[in-house]
């Protein structure tokens, strides 16, 4: 059996991290270095408390970045929409001005034509439907009146479409906005429930923190193959960032959150999946028994599927876990969180 062993990082804005980090961690342990230590079964209501708390934020986090993603394509489509209303507004000008000058003509020598009249009416469909000198029309003001009405009707449609899509940006931005503080507040009172702790209890609560980031180090991987020369280039580029650490919302390269890991990695090997663990979990084969899965192939974990990584092989996952931990290798029997399914993404 082959022993993974990860490469030491040399990243200089992760050492940035890791200083404020610990700087932090001094200022709080010198805050309430004094607090009177609590009872064990406070101490373990309380990492209870604070391992619910996280769930919960990652599990708002995916509601987050199901909204951004749903936010950034509706954008899109708002920007394209306006681009498309302008430019029909620029050719429904031109015709304009081609129609005018016919009616100027034609006025100048004593009458107008029935193509002019319809350009000037208030309703020029009706006109066009009730006109019974159409057949009068020469053919060409007759395409470009044709032209110009249908110019009319596709810019209205356009206009109207962004409307609507405008209306559903706003929408979302209020729903990111809402999320972004359900997390924030989720994680400040993870925050509040650990400084109840001595800092001794605390110091533990991290060293435990940073034995299962190191394991990363010697975890046994096995030597079984991916299932795809693509689930091959995205678990390595996965494995590149073990010792990154967790920020919600996060896609990479330096921070990510779960759904940001898999999504970056896959991306780095020319494929694009969608951003969240929810619709991660329908993007591609599903494999239901884990004995059947392979490196690379894409793990979905928890019964509303707010949790993704990569099966790494021997019965381990690597992922983004949770806030206050690194992108790590960890048993999946030991992760805490129920399988439901693999994905292979060929």
Known sequence: MASHRRPKQHN??????LTVTAAAAVALSSQSASADPLPDSNKKGVKAQVDRLYEE?????????????????????????????ARKQAELNELRSGLGSVARAQYRSGGLDPS?????SADPDAFLEQASGLDRLSARQAGALEQYLA???????????????????DDTRKQLGT??????????EAQRLLNTLTAEERARITADEDRANRSSERVDLGN?????????????????????????????????????????????????IPRTSQAQ???????????????????????????????????????????????????IARSGMPFMWGVRIS
């Open 57 to 85: 934020a990652t599990q708002a986090t995916e509601k987050y970045n199901g909204a951004k993603e749903k936010a950034d394509g509706l954008e899109k489509q708002v920007k394209d929409l306006q681009e498309t209303s």
């Open 116 to 120: 002019v009249q319809l350009f000037l």
């Open 12 to 17: 200089p804005s992760y050492a940035t991290v």
């Open 179 to 188: 999320k972004k503080k359900e997390i924030q507040g989720k994680l400040a």
């Open 151 to 169: 110019q009319q009707r596709a810019l209205q449609q356009q206009r109207s479409e962004a409307s609507l899509k405008l209306t559903d940006l």
């Open 281 to 331: 979990a329908n993007a591609g084969t599903r494999i239901n028994s884990q004995s059947a899965l392979r490196p690379g192939d894409l793990i979905i974990m928890r019964s509303d599927l707010s949790h993704v990584g990569f099966y790494a092989g021997n019965g381990q996952i690597l992922h983004a876990p949770k806030p206050g931990a690194q992108v790590r290798y960890e048993s």
């Open 224 to 272: 079984e193959a991916s299932a795809s020369q693509r689930a091959a280039s995205a678990f390595s580029a996965a494995k590149s960032r073990v010792g990154m650490p967790y920020v919600w919302g996060a896609t990479g390269p330096n921070s990510f959150d779960c759904s940001g890991l898999t999504s970056w990695a896959f991306q780095q090997a020319g494929v694009s």
